[in-house]
T-cell receptor, first 114, second 113 residues
Framework: DAGITQSPRHKVTETGTPVTLRCHQT?????MYWYRQDPGHGLRLIHYSYGVKDTDKGEVSDGYSVSRSKTEDFLLTLESATSSQTSVYFCAISPGLANTDTQYFGPGTRLTVL | KQEVTQIPAALSVPEGENLVLNCSFT??????LQWFRQDPGKGLTSLLL?????REQTSGRLNASLDKSSGRSTLYIAASQPGDSATYLC????????????FGTGTLLAVQP
């Protein structure tokens, strides 16, 4: 398995509170991604990073921010959590953009916003 | 809009049966297509990756095909086993500088012993 960990694995929080999810990799891959998975929607890209301090928005970025100060860590922050952000969040990494490069996924974080 | 669709949403088969999962995509200008497996409460595991220039890929009992002109891919599982029970997701990568994937909603497979 690719060396990807996510923390916390489960979190329950209240509406309006800030939440930070962490993704840590030991593979030294350049690209890192945050997805959310919801019933009926599949996985949707929130934000991604193509290098230290280099990030960009994905399909569903509203209400989320990210930071990457080190190659191995990619943080996802919900500044003020809402019930619509209840979801399972997955981090993924990829070595590059070659046609044969796949993405490797972490175990996920289940977030519940009450 | 680039969309990926998987049919059926759920499938139940008896052990030993051969089966086919379907994936369709709206824009045929793909870079590659991947099939992933997801077990309950777990992350995704890549099964097969087909480049745009390829027609199929095989790994053990799994065979994935790609027909860009019709916007379709199939995942064939031979001699299914209870351990194959999982959700199977199809994802398409389009050209660009980001390696972003567009996922289907998956097919939940149950193989009955």
């Amino acid at each position: 398995d690719a060396g990807i960990t996510q923390s916390p694995r489960h979190k329950v929080t209240e509406t309006g509170t800030p939440v930070t999810l962490r993704c840590h990799q030991t593979e030294n891959h350049r690209y890192m991604y945050w997805y959310r998975q919801d019933p009926g929607h599949g996985l949707r890209l929130i934000h991604y990073s193509y290098g230290v301090k280099d990030t960009d928005k994905g399909e569903v970025s509203d209400g989320y921010s990210v930071s990457r100060s080190k190659t191995e860590d990619f943080l996802l922050t919900l500044e003020s959590a809402t019930s619509s952000q209840t979801s399972v969040y997955f981090c993924a990494i990829s070595p590059g953009l070659a046609n044969t490069d796949t993405q490797y996924f972490g175990p996920g974080t289940r977030l519940t916003v009450l | 809009k680039q969309e990926v669709t998987q049919i059926p949403a759920a499938l139940s088969v008896p052990e030993g049966e051969n089966l086919v999962l379907n994936c369709s995509f709206t824009d045929s200008a793909i870079y590659n297509l991947q099939w992933f497996r997801q077990d309950p409460g777990k992350g995704l595991t890549s099964l097969l990756l087909i480049q745009s220039s390829q027609r199929e890929q095989t790994s053990g009992r799994l065979n994935a095909s790609l027909d860009k002109s019709s916007g379709r891919s199939t995942l064939y599982i031979a001699a299914s086993q209870p351990g194959d029970s999982a959700t199977y997701l199809c994802a398409v990568k389009y050209g660009g500088a980001t390696n972003k994937l567009i996922f289907g909603t998956g097919t939940l497979l149950a193989v009955q012993p």
